[in-house]
């Protein structure tokens, strides 16, 4: 098969692997419809995350069943399937408390690599959740967004407590971050402020729901939010990039008893305990467990109810990845989704 | 009036302060029935944390109403009355969210200095809290601990989402982490770790509700909570210290989806945003909203339903505040109450 392999920073190729098998008896594999670049995948390509090349890139996948160990019992081949960036049992009892992403025996997805034409997929009846019957082409892009981008957004808002009446900032306006101002629409936030300064992604947030935008970032934007919340900060604020300056403005923007969800990939963060201690605020994320919402958010693709699949905006054949990386890289493309 | 004033770290005296009167038509003064030290005096007493002396020390009341400003409404001369270690207006949209100890009209009691026979209570109305009617004497101990490390310890547990059929661990056998223990069981929880190494407090913590005792302290801690939660970790953890060390054992401690509780006041700490992503906890805390907790404390407090006043085990003269920082310097007793 084919599939992408980044051999050093900014060093994408799309090369020949050999085709999965079955490994252990819980295992699948799966035929990729759709895969797709994530905003994770860049700081290994900037060479910001230490990656020892040659290495299999890609951690979103939907597809078709090829084939079941002999321990698969919900899943069958020819089924379209979705399913998240770490493979979990979802029977152990860290997932029973929905942190599928936390599962005792969770696998990532991201050292398999599913920018492919086939992977393996462990724990296929836990990690892999069918839909009713195969989706028509149009709804491909949604159903794959809610395998990772989606998903996190989600999760960032259900760790940001969202819900009615609540004031809501969204820091990053990356896929996630555009997710997340949908999830937060869906969970009925009263006002919605996406923080970003690139016109076609303030407007696709105004089109997922945002009721306000900031331009401002840092301490400024801070301010700004302050300014629109009778100097109190935001209620529920979620942070989707991972930066020192993003979770930093992200805290300062939260008003003290209000939550903080954080769902950037945390890079060379380090947070001062006294400044946390005195903001008074929640503070929750990590790894979304995506697995839990996935059942939810592919009923709510199916019938149409959300788009998230515009976050697309670039679709490549798989061979041309290195191009979708530089075009994410240089934030010409919100997200890229690949054609195995 | 004789108040207790920091001169530099170790140098506490007892002197001649003015007396206080009544500057904001909001205030009350109060003669002191009883005072205490707190386990936060001891930062500037160790000069770990910069105090511009002389400084008057204190932030624990209770005691009777002589004087209420021209505003006063709700408070009376005569009464007794429990109030916080931040003044708060009770009635600013923080303060309604429960968060009174971040009212945006707060004042700091360390400030004002409690360790006296006398002392202002700024915004009365929204601060004090009257009981039933005069107590009798050995109510007061407890009284006096709902001021601060009771509700300290109850916004540890509420923080750390502490209820039925929940295995928690509390790290720190100071006042706070033994009051932490009490909240713990009050709020129904099914196990509860104390960790500490210290016999007198391993007792009181069993007498307050703890079913398990844990010595070992950092990375053997952990491992020893993980031992006794099939390798998961607690689902709540309430941290007492203020440590870098405490802090870092308590979000290990925490299984992923969990909760830490902090309340111990961060002195030097950093929190790494990788390890805590990963690690899945839910972090909340910061200065206790005592205030949101003092009817429900008083009442049980008052039906003996709880004797948080068992920490107190060395009672001083106020004169003798110098020998009262130095036993609780020493670890040689838990808290120190000061009758003035």
Redesign the interface.
């Known amino acids: 098969m084919r599939g992408a392999v980044l051999y050093a920073p900014g060093d994408i190729r799309v090369e020949h692997r050999p085709d999965p098998a079955i490994i252990e008896p819980t295992d699948a594999i799966i035929r990729l419809s759709a895969t797709c670049i994530c905003g994770s995948d860049l700081w290994p390509y900037r060479g910001v995350e230490k990656h020892d090349g040659p290495a299999p890139m890609g951690h979103e996948y939907v597809g078709v069943v090829e084939e079941v160990g002999g321990q698969v019992a919900t899943i069958k081949p020819g089924q379209f399937v979705v399913g998240s960036f770490f493979a979990s049992d979802n029977t152990c009892?860290?997932c029973r408390?929905?942190?599928q992403?936390?599962c005792?025996h969770r696998v990532p997805m991201g050292a398999i690599g599913t920018q492919a034409q086939l992977a393996r997929v462990p724990l296929a009846d836990g990690t892999l959740v069918a839909t009713p019957e195969p989706p028509r082409a149009d709804l491909v892009p949604s159903l794959l967004a809610a395998s990772d981008v989606l998903g996190t957004g989600w999760f960032g808002a259900v760790a940001a407590a969202v819900g009615p009446g609540k004031t809501v900032a969204v820091v990053g306006d990356g896929a996630v971050g555009l997710c997340a101002v949908l999830a937060a629409k869906r969970l009925g936030a009263e006002r919605i402020i996406a923080m970003s300064r690139h016109a076609p992604r303030q407007e696709l947030a105004r089109e997922f729901g945002a009721t306000d935008i900031v331009t401002e970032r840092g301490d400024e934007g801070v301010t700004a939010i302050k300014d629109m919340t009778?100097?109190?900060g935001a209620h529920s604020v979620i942070e989707a990039v991972?930066t020192?300056e993003s979770?930093t403005q992200a805290i300062r923007s939260t008003?003290?008893?209000g939550h903080v969800g954080?769902v950037g990939?945390?890079?060379?963060?380090?947070?001062?305990?006294?400044e946390?201690?005195?903001?008074?605020?929640?503070?929750?994320?990590?790894?979304a467990p995506v697995r839990q919402y996935l059942p939810e958010l592919i009923g709510l693709i199916w019938n149409r109810d959300i788009d998230p699949g515009r976050v697309f905006d670039l679709t490549l054949p798989l061979d041309q990845s290195a191009e979708g990386y530089k075009a994410m890289d240089e934030r010409r493309a919100i997200k890229v989704l690949l054609s195995p």
């Open positions: 009892e860290i408390s929905g942190y992403s936390s005792v009778g100097g109190l991972g020192q979770m008003r003290p008893g954080y990939v945390a890079h060379g963060v380090e947070l001062p305990g006294d946390l201690f005195f903001s008074h605020v929640h503070l929750h994320g990590g790894p």
